[in-house]
């Protein structure tokens, strides 16, 4: 990893966070839950199954491809998400300049203003 700026200059390299923070990269590629402490260690372990798409994305065409044919002659979609949820999906459907309606609320008064058009 590779850090730089003008905050760099009040780093203490020799700090036990420093090195905690430089090597944290590989602790999440190892998928280890402790790297946020010994807290979030539960929610950790439950979240890190992204970490391994690189390797196992491969597997999931059939069903994407089954999925993309069978939703085919569909042109709009409508996605329930909050925050982070809905990011990828919303750069994709930019990517492909495909129409994409992102749901990002839990507001009542919201919600049923998006329902009645």
Known sequence: MHISGKSLASVDRESSLYSSLRDAHQ???KKDSTTWGSKATAEASIRLNWVDLPETSLNL?????????????HKRVVLCG???????PEVIALTYKKEIFIFDSTDPNYAKHAIAG
């Not at 065409?61 to 002659?73: R, Y």
């Open 61 to 73: 065409l059939p069903q994407i491809s089954h999925l993309t044919k069978k939703f085919a002659s």
């Open 82 to 88: 909050m925050g982070g949820s809905s990011l990828g």
């Open 27 to 29: 602790r999440i590629a």
